[in-house]
């Protein structure tokens, strides 16, 4: 296990039985990981945090993911951020993606496991 004691992961998604996944693994594995549900929960909690990544949803209901992640590159310019899709990304989305900031892009149904080692990887940084 890796020290993970002042890393703070932020996961944003509106399905909460998928956030009670995520929290259980990450809980887990010893890795400080905060669930919201929605885009506005999201700002507001990078408000009051300092984040080392957040991984969101891209289709929610209210913000999208891309929005979410404008306005949180607004608040910490230098935030790794992670978008999860169930939906087929044409390279133009990709490639906007990562022009507004996207670290990468995990297509749903997402293996826990990578978005782990991500994780891990972002914690030696």
């Given at each position: 296990?890796?020290d993970m004691?002042?890393?703070?992961?932020?996961?944003?998604?509106?399905?909460?039985?998928?956030?009670?996944?995520?929290?259980?693994?990450f809980?887990?594995?010893?890795?400080?990981?905060?669930?919201?549900?929605?885009?506005?929960?999201?700002?507001?909690?990078?408000?009051?945090k300092?984040?080392?990544?957040?991984?969101?949803?891209?289709?929610?209901?209210?913000?999208?993911?891309?929005?979410?992640?404008r306005?949180?590159?607004?608040?910490?310019?230098?935030?790794?951020?992670v978008l999860?899709?169930?939906?087929?990304?044409?390279?133009?989305?990709?490639?906007l993606?990562v022009?507004?900031?996207?670290s990468?892009i995990?297509?749903?149904p997402?293996?826990?496991?990578a978005i782990?080692?991500?994780?891990?990887?972002?914690?030696?940084?």
């Amino acid at each position: 296990m890796f020290d993970m004691e002042n890393f703070h992961a932020l996961f944003v998604d509106d399905d909460k039985g998928f956030l009670d996944s995520i929290k259980t693994i990450f809980d887990i594995e010893g890795i400080k990981v905060y669930c919201v549900e929605s885009g506005e929960d999201a700002l507001n909690a990078i408000k009051e945090k300092n984040f080392n990544i957040m991984i969101t949803d891209l289709t929610m209901n209210g913000m999208s993911g891309l929005d979410l992640t404008r306005k949180a590159k607004e608040l910490l310019p230098g935030l790794p951020i992670v978008l999860l899709t169930g939906n087929f990304i044409s390279s133009e989305f990709s490639a906007l993606a990562v022009k507004m900031g996207v670290s990468k892009i995990f297509v749903k149904p997402v293996n826990l496991n990578a978005i782990l080692d991500m994780v891990r990887g972002e914690t030696k940084r």
